[in-house]
């Protein structure tokens, strides 16, 4: 290969709307001049094609030029965002996002959902998913916490791991496999002020044991790439950072796939960061920092990357190290044997009814009842007012990282759901936009001849800081923004009415991050958090309210009272009272807590035992305990492990997060949960990488109960 054919390879393009607009006959020119190796053509906010005949056609004609008109004839890798399903494309299936995905607690569901985003992504025509989302939710103001799987490194680490096995399936031979993306490396999700791609200032310890160990789960299911953030952490961006990029994760973490850049995380070097002069310079840094592909830095990257070969500024040796890992992909991947798609198959598999079903089963069990006085589950026979801005609004309910159009699109909203299982005369009166009142005197009215209002109150579509304006319909001054927790003014007048009225007022909170909703907590009689549930969202949450199905799902990150209370965590550090433990407000007051979910049946959990109450620092212990329903319907519950940590002379979280299960039941039936805990999930993260149980006591609780465990020094 020539350096102009191997920098070919570590280049990728874009085909639709981003800093400028490229058709497919622009790409094509990229891939013939310039043996450009990667593509987004679709999956992405701005590209080109979002339906599936259309996708296929572009991918098909592109893959065509790649082997028919290089010298080489090396297929294209095609690269795309399905982080909840494959929502970029009109017909396929979106399941909740990250959110709602956590508060499921079911590994093995979030794997089949993966597994299905895969098929749907690999036969229509792309190879590799920037996806899963690693990033550990510190910032609840961040418009970015809807992607993550929330506040808990151990949580965040299982389902992470869970989607790099969904999504690679058992090899990347297979056909329905794609590449999974751990995303973003090392540490995103605490930027200051909340602002998106801001820097986050974190200390060694933090790093190592709150942003890593999701990656480490990714890394140890054999993730085939990473994902640099774009923000920087002391001091350096990640893309530039040779001690992040080979140092930490190549040496001390031992990933071996290729690593990709963020979008325009290259060009952020010198247009935002300023640590390098121009773009030539940033390719420079990002190269001998141990980039491997560059996602949509095109031919200007390319001709920079060559001149600084020929200039010895970047060593050819570098150049093949990264060749070689992005060939081995795409000879992993079977594009060499085969690189095209069937469109008969991609209309038959993407958003088939099967895959469907399975969104539903995931939204089912991600609906997480806050709070009830029993007027759920609701009588099939009543009455029901549905209102508000997201009862009836397919791509708020699809959230962020999905198409910003419905057209196309076969949502199941709130509104279709409710109607679909009520007995009783359903009315729809919206009442107010996301910002805006619209007409709240018809729902009031409305509500006055109702048994029950429904109320769908929250966020709309938005990604990155709660745009873009033209496809949010918001702009940065307008709720949702990072300002605010707190309902806008026009849902808060909506919800005031309709409870004024005396008729029971049911709120579901259809958003990407926990609001402060203190007034509705105190007010009305139950609260259903919905997250942004997907393509049949609006499904399930109508079978959770009429009682269909039991909700499932438990919190995976605080609810706040307001954004003033923040930071809002569980797993927050212990320190003094200087003037006594009465004089200080508590350290973790939130409105719903991590792991706070309701049924609408009762369980009581017998004593509490463990296996081994002394055990190596490699060794396992499993806790144990009786889960008895003793309500009258089948119901889940999610048996969660805490430990708390007093070996060693650091520092260390009054509680995390080390184990859970979730069990179903019926009415009069127990069952003995088995949860395990090996020393690596009470460990922590030591500077070599490692994870290491320090030997001393440990404290495992279950609910009130606790049993304490000893790690023993290690033997000779």
């Given at each position: 290969m020539t350096v102009e054919e191997k920098v070919g390879q570590l280049v990728g393009t874009w085909a639709g709307q981003l800093d400028g607009f490229k058709s497919v006959e622009d790409v094509e020119d990229e891939i013939v001049e310039s043996a450009v190796g990667a593509v987004a053509s679709f999956g992405w906010a701005g590209a080109l094609d979002?339906?599936?005949?259309?996708?296929?056609?572009?991918?098909?004609?592109?893959?065509?030029?790649?082997?028919?008109k290089t010298r080489l004839g090396i297929p294209l890798l095609f690269n795309v965002d399905a982080v909840h399903g494959h929502a970029y494309?009109?017909?396929?299936?979106?399941?909740?996002?990250?959110?709602?995905?956590?508060?499921?607690?079911?590994?093995?569901?979030?794997?089949?959902?993966?597994?299905?985003?895969?098929?749907?992504?690999?036969?229509?025509?792309?190879?590799?998913?920037?996806?899963?989302?690693?990033?550990?939710?510190?910032?609840?103001?961040?418009g970015r916490t809807f992607e993550t799987f929330g506040e808990s490194p151990f949580l965040c680490g299982r389902m992470a791991g869970a989607m790099v096995r969904g999504y690679q399936g058992d090899g990347l031979d297979d056909p329905n496999s794609v590449a999974a993306t751990a995303k973003h490396f090392p540490a995103y999700s605490e930027p200051a002020r909340g602002e998106d791609t801001a820097p986050v200032e974190v200390s060694s310890y933090l790093l190592r044991n709150v942003f890593l160990p999701s990656f480490l789960d990714a890394i140890d299911?054999?993730?085939?790439?990473?994902?640099?953030?774009?923000?920087?952490?002391?001091?350096?961006?990640?893309?530039?950072?040779?001690?992040?990029?080979?140092?930490?994760?190549?040496?001390?973490?031992?990933?071996?796939?290729?690593?990709?850049?963020?979008?325009n995380g290259v060009r952020m070097l010198h247009e935002d960061h300023h640590v390098a002069s121009d773009h030539r310079e940033s390719v420079r840094m990002t190269r001998n920092a141990g980039l491997d592909v560059a996602s949509v830095d095109a031919v200007a990257h390319a001709d920079h990357l060559v001149s600084l070969v020929e200039a010895g500024a970047v060593a050819e040796h570098a150049l093949d190290e990264s060749v070689r890992r992005v060939l081995d992909l795409k000879f992993r991947l079977g594009l060499f044997e085969d690189a095209f798609v069937d469109a008969n198959e991609a209309r038959d598999v993407v958003g088939a009814d099967a895959h469907r079903a399975d969104a539903l089963a995931t939204a089912r069990k991600s609906m997480t009842l806050l709070q009830n006085d029993d007027t759920l589950p609701l009588d099939p026979g009543a009455d029901v007012l549905v209102a508000g801005?997201?009862?009836?609004?397919?791509?708020?309910?699809?959230?962020?990282?999905?198409?910003?159009?419905e057209a196309g699109t076969d949502v199941i909203t709130i509104k279709d759901g409710i109607e679909s299982v009520c007995d009783g005369t359903v009315t729809y009166e919206r009442g107010a936009t996301v910002t805006d009142p619209d007409d709240i005197d018809a729902a009031v009215e409305a509500a006055k001849d109702a048994d029950v209002a429904v109320v769908a109150v929250g966020e709309n579509w938005y990604i990155h800081e709660f745009g873009p304006t033209a496809e949010s319909g918001t702009a940065p001054d307008e709720f949702p923004n990072r300002t605010t927790l707190e309902l806008p003014d026009a849902q808060r007048e909506l919800v005031t009415a309709l409870h004024e009225t005396g008729t029971p007022v049911v709120g579901v909170l259809v958003t990407g991050r926990p609001l402060a909703v203190e007034w509705m907590a105190a007010n009305l009689p139950s609260l259903l958090l919905a997250y942004y549930p997907g393509t049949m969202g609006g499904q399930a949450v109508a079978e959770t309210l009429f009682g269909a199905c039991d909700p499932g799902g438990r919190l995976p990150i605080s609810f706040p009272r307001s954004a003033s209370h923040l930071p809002t965590r569980f797993n927050h550090f212990p320190h003094p009272t200087p003037i006594g433990p009465d004089e200080h407000l508590p350290s973790y007051d939130p409105l719903f807590e991590f792991g706070h979910g309701l049924s609408y049946t009762e369980f009581e959990f017998g004593s509490m035992t463990v296996t081994n109450e002394r055990m190596s620092p490699h060794g396992t212990t499993t806790v144990e305990l009786p889960v008895e329903n003793v309500g009258d319907r089948r119901g889940s519950t999610v048996v969660q492990v805490y430990v708390t940590d007093q070996a060693g002379t650091r520092v260390t979280p009054v509680r995390e997060l080390c184990g859970f299960e979730r069990v179903s039941l019926d009415p009069g039936a127990t069952e003995t949960v088995s949860v395990p805990i090996d020393a690596a999930s009470i460990g922590r993260v030591d500077e070599t990488g490692r994870v290491l149980a320090i030997p001393g006591e440990y404290t495992l609780r279950v609910g009130e109960q606790a049993v304490t465990i000893t790690v023993e020094p290690k033997s000779d």
């Amino acid at each position: 290969m020539t350096v102009e054919e191997k920098v070919g390879q570590l280049v990728g393009t874009w085909a639709g709307q981003l800093d400028g607009f490229k058709s497919v006959e622009d790409v094509e020119d990229e891939i013939v001049e310039s043996a450009v190796g990667a593509v987004a053509s679709f999956g992405w906010a701005g590209a080109l094609d979002s339906r599936i005949d259309d996708i296929v056609e572009t991918v098909n004609h592109l893959q065509e030029v790649a082997l028919s008109k290089t010298r080489l004839g090396i297929p294209l890798l095609f690269n795309v965002d399905a982080v909840h399903g494959h929502a970029y494309v009109a017909e396929g299936t979106a399941f909740p996002n990250g959110l709602g995905m956590a508060a499921t607690w079911d590994e093995d569901g979030v794997e089949r959902a993966a597994a299905v985003t895969a098929t749907e992504v690999r036969k229509s025509g792309a190879q590799q998913n920037y996806s899963p989302t690693c990033d550990v939710a510190r910032e609840p103001r961040w418009g970015r916490t809807f992607e993550t799987f929330g506040e808990s490194p151990f949580l965040c680490g299982r389902m992470a791991g869970a989607m790099v096995r969904g999504y690679q399936g058992d090899g990347l031979d297979d056909p329905n496999s794609v590449a999974a993306t751990a995303k973003h490396f090392p540490a995103y999700s605490e930027p200051a002020r909340g602002e998106d791609t801001a820097p986050v200032e974190v200390s060694s310890y933090l790093l190592r044991n709150v942003f890593l160990p999701s990656f480490l789960d990714a890394i140890d299911e054999g993730v085939a790439s990473v994902m640099p953030c774009y923000n920087a952490i002391d001091g350096k961006p990640a893309h530039a950072s040779r001690d992040y990029l080979t140092d930490l994760l190549r040496g001390k973490l031992g990933f071996d796939g290729t690593v990709v850049s963020d979008w325009n995380g290259v060009r952020m070097l010198h247009e935002d960061h300023h640590v390098a002069s121009d773009h030539r310079e940033s390719v420079r840094m990002t190269r001998n920092a141990g980039l491997d592909v560059a996602s949509v830095d095109a031919v200007a990257h390319a001709d920079h990357l060559v001149s600084l070969v020929e200039a010895g500024a970047v060593a050819e040796h570098a150049l093949d190290e990264s060749v070689r890992r992005v060939l081995d992909l795409k000879f992993r991947l079977g594009l060499f044997e085969d690189a095209f798609v069937d469109a008969n198959e991609a209309r038959d598999v993407v958003g088939a009814d099967a895959h469907r079903a399975d969104a539903l089963a995931t939204a089912r069990k991600s609906m997480t009842l806050l709070q009830n006085d029993d007027t759920l589950p609701l009588d099939p026979g009543a009455d029901v007012l549905v209102a508000g801005p997201n009862a009836d609004t397919p791509v708020h309910q699809l959230g962020g990282w999905s198409v910003p159009d419905e057209a196309g699109t076969d949502v199941i909203t709130i509104k279709d759901g409710i109607e679909s299982v009520c007995d009783g005369t359903v009315t729809y009166e919206r009442g107010a936009t996301v910002t805006d009142p619209d007409d709240i005197d018809a729902a009031v009215e409305a509500a006055k001849d109702a048994d029950v209002a429904v109320v769908a109150v929250g966020e709309n579509w938005y990604i990155h800081e709660f745009g873009p304006t033209a496809e949010s319909g918001t702009a940065p001054d307008e709720f949702p923004n990072r300002t605010t927790l707190e309902l806008p003014d026009a849902q808060r007048e909506l919800v005031t009415a309709l409870h004024e009225t005396g008729t029971p007022v049911v709120g579901v909170l259809v958003t990407g991050r926990p609001l402060a909703v203190e007034w509705m907590a105190a007010n009305l009689p139950s609260l259903l958090l919905a997250y942004y549930p997907g393509t049949m969202g609006g499904q399930a949450v109508a079978e959770t309210l009429f009682g269909a199905c039991d909700p499932g799902g438990r919190l995976p990150i605080s609810f706040p009272r307001s954004a003033s209370h923040l930071p809002t965590r569980f797993n927050h550090f212990p320190h003094p009272t200087p003037i006594g433990p009465d004089e200080h407000l508590p350290s973790y007051d939130p409105l719903f807590e991590f792991g706070h979910g309701l049924s609408y049946t009762e369980f009581e959990f017998g004593s509490m035992t463990v296996t081994n109450e002394r055990m190596s620092p490699h060794g396992t212990t499993t806790v144990e305990l009786p889960v008895e329903n003793v309500g009258d319907r089948r119901g889940s519950t999610v048996v969660q492990v805490y430990v708390t940590d007093q070996a060693g002379t650091r520092v260390t979280p009054v509680r995390e997060l080390c184990g859970f299960e979730r069990v179903s039941l019926d009415p009069g039936a127990t069952e003995t949960v088995s949860v395990p805990i090996d020393a690596a999930s009470i460990g922590r993260v030591d500077e070599t990488g490692r994870v290491l149980a320090i030997p001393g006591e440990y404290t495992l609780r279950v609910g009130e109960q606790a049993v304490t465990i000893t790690v023993e020094p290690k033997s000779d």
